[in-house]
């Protein structure tokens, strides 16, 4: 068994390391993030090899249904593939790669969920945990990197311009990472079974985890947290408080009162902020941009709007542009059609469905600052997003 736990802690170091996209083979989708994954899956199968059992009854629903989102996915990408290239418009370059990132992502979770689960009933919470105990090393190591102004490691440059990208290409994938960790730590934090290390760690943890993502300068992160954080209040605050005592209700709406006035203070700077950020269109048209992407992303889904026109970029600055509309619902509407967008809009219900009944409230926050995330970038193809969302 000792084994098999050396097995779900390297598939959750590879998770951690899935959006260090520096580390990939050049023009694949496999770097060391994949190699832990698939080295933890091998293990997985030698020990079903020698003890085969029968697991799929031993799958939640949603797991199931994940399963099954992703055969019919597949299909669909197949068949809008066939139409984009009768059409003349398939992009082959972006299919193939963003197909064999697709089918990866389903295989290594499939297979992960079939070889582990039946071994490890707190399967989710051991994943969880390490996810957070291998984000809180990486995160010390890239502050310290930061800290002591070092520009490359090795061959890997931690810059893009200003904005820290750590092992990624992107900045945004770094921030990907860094999403749901506070919540994660708080979690651990709050629970009063855990040692006094765990709590500690956890602490440290959040801590530079929140300076990673603040030097990655990814708006989208920021904004992220801020719905995440706002919803666990919410849910730690306010969610069933007229059920509680007169004095209690009192209390707690006049605190809230008190942090409204508190943002209202500071609503000049972050209207300057956003003007910042989003500009007018002239000296900083980054806002104008994503919506012109959204725009084209529509126009290309017109195109073959029952099941799309498979996992190629269709977006851009001009309709069919070869780049991603940058909005994961779009994105996947274009690829997958009404059908696709259909069944994962379901997967995402059912799981908020569940979370909002009787999961943790951190971990209704880390699914919130998920799909706030997507808004603004496609991230369908990453590891952690759906181990976070089979998981939490």
Known sequence: MWFKRIGVMVFSMGIVLSPASQLRIPGTSIGLGEMCALLSVFIGLLFFALNPVVVVNKLSIFQRNYITFWLLSLVIFCLGSFYAKIINVLDEGSTVHNFSAYLLIFLMISLFLLFYIPSFPDLGERVLWNILFF?????????????????????????????????????????????PVPFLALHSFRSKTNSKFKRFYSLLSLLVTCFVGVVTLSDALIFAWLLGFLVYYYNINLRGLFN?????????????????????????????????????????????????????????????????????????????????????????????????????????????????????????????????????????????????????
């Open 135 to 179: 984000s809180g090393l990486l995160n010390l190591f890239y502050t310290f990197l930061w800290a002591t102004s070092v520009v490359s490691f090795l061959q890997y440059e931690l810059f893009y311009g200003i904005r820290f990208t750590g092992f990624g290409l992107n900045p945004n994938q770094l921030a990907l990472s860094c999403l």
């Open 244 to 392: 509680k005592p007169f004095e209690q209700i009192i209390n707690k709406l006049a605190f809230t009162f008190l942090l409204i006035l508190i943002g209202l203070l500071f609503i000049h700077q972050i209207n300057d902020y956003i003007k910042d950020t989003y500009g007018d269109g002239v000296s900083n048209n980054q806002g104008s941009d994503r919506i012109l992407y959204w725009s084209n992303a529509l126009h290309a889904f017109i195109h073959s709007p029952l099941f799309g026109l498979g996992p190629g970029s269709y977006s851009g600055g001009t309709p069919f542009g070869q780049e991603e509309a940058h909005n994961t619902f779009l994105d996947w509407l274009v690829s997958t059609g009404l059908i696709g967008v259909s069944m994962f809009i379901f997967l995402m219900f059912q799981k908020w469905r569940k979370l909002w009944r009787n999961s943790p409230k951190e971990y209704i926050s880390i699914f919130v600052a998920l799909i706030a995330f997507s808004m603004f970038h496609l991230i369908l193809r990453h590891f952690i997003f759906w181990i976070l969302i089979i998981f939490i």
